[in-house]
């Protein structure tokens, strides 16, 4: 069995649903803009998604309090702990046969301003071609949509890249007309990227803490993840 094999089996074995390779050179430019040269010693970034439970997912549709406090602590500390011990792992298999690995937290903001962590996880699942970046910006598979979460590992190691998937969001609007924050447009006519203001998604779920009374580090309302046609049957 090959090394990209090998490692796909490990990390399926370990929870993960997909598994992706991404040849990152192309991105590096871009990368750098967050993270600086650090990057450039990785060609590749290993995608690793996770799939949601359909039911908490399905669970937050009516809003309700109780249910989205749950979500929230199903997403951002649950699974994400999980694929965070689970990449520590993986990344450490891979250390051992010799090449370097570099395991990005899931979701955890090192870039306050901007939002965002030291390597975008939608970006290499995307170019590995394990789906697409839709209209609400997250990232969909084929199989879930967007009822997933991403982790990354970054590595040198000698595997077998994919190549990146189109969108196939079409003229679907649904979490364009669902999002109750109006952050949500059609993408970029000309760079096909999704538009999405994350300072306006950002400021209503801030103002539903302070109407639900609760402090807690994010109450993201999911609905653009919710409301999709992709995975939900
Ligand atoms: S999480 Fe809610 S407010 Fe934010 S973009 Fe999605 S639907 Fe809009
Ligand atoms: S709801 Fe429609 S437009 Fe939005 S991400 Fe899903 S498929 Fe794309």
Redesign the pocket.
């Known amino acids: 069995m090959d090394l990209t094999n090998w490692l796909e089996n490990e990390a399926l074995k370990l929870g993960w649903d997909y598994f992706g390779v991404a040849d990152i050179r192309p991105y590096h430019d871009y990368l750098k803009s967050f993270s600086g040269d650090f990057i450039c010693q990785y060609p590749l970034a290993i995608a690793l998604v996770f799939r949601l439970s359909y039911g908490v997912v399905d669970s937050i549709l009516e809003q309700e309090q109780d249910k989205q406090l749950s979500f929230n602590n199903y997403c951002y500390h649950a699974v994400d702990h999980l694929q965070n011990m689970n990449a520590v792992r993986l990344a450490s298999m891979i250390e051992k046969k010799g090449y370097k690995a570099y395991p990005v937290p899931a979701s955890y903001g090192v870039y306050q301003e901007k939002l965002a962590g030291l390597v975008s996880h939608k970006l290499v699942a995307r170019a590995a071609g394990l789906g697409w970046v839709?209209?609400?910006g997250?990232f969909?598979t084929p199989q879930d949509?967007?009822r997933v979460r991403l982790t990354t590992i970054l590595t040198d190691a000698n595997l077998f890249a994919g190549q990146p998937t189109k969108?196939?969001?079409?003229s679907?609007?649904?979490?364009?007309d669902?999002c109750p924050a109006g952050a949500?447009n059609e993408l970029n006519t000309t760079t096909g990227l999704?538009q999405v203001d994350v300072n306006k998604c950002h400021k209503y779920q801030e103002e539903r803490k302070k109407s639900w009374e609760v402090k807690i580090d994010r109450c993201i309302c999911g609905l653009?993840q919710a409301?999709?046609?992709?995975g939900r049957d």
């Open positions: 839709g209209k609400s997250l969909l949509g967007p969108s196939r969001c079409g679907c609007t649904i979490c364009i669902a949500i999704p653009c409301v999709c046609p992709w």
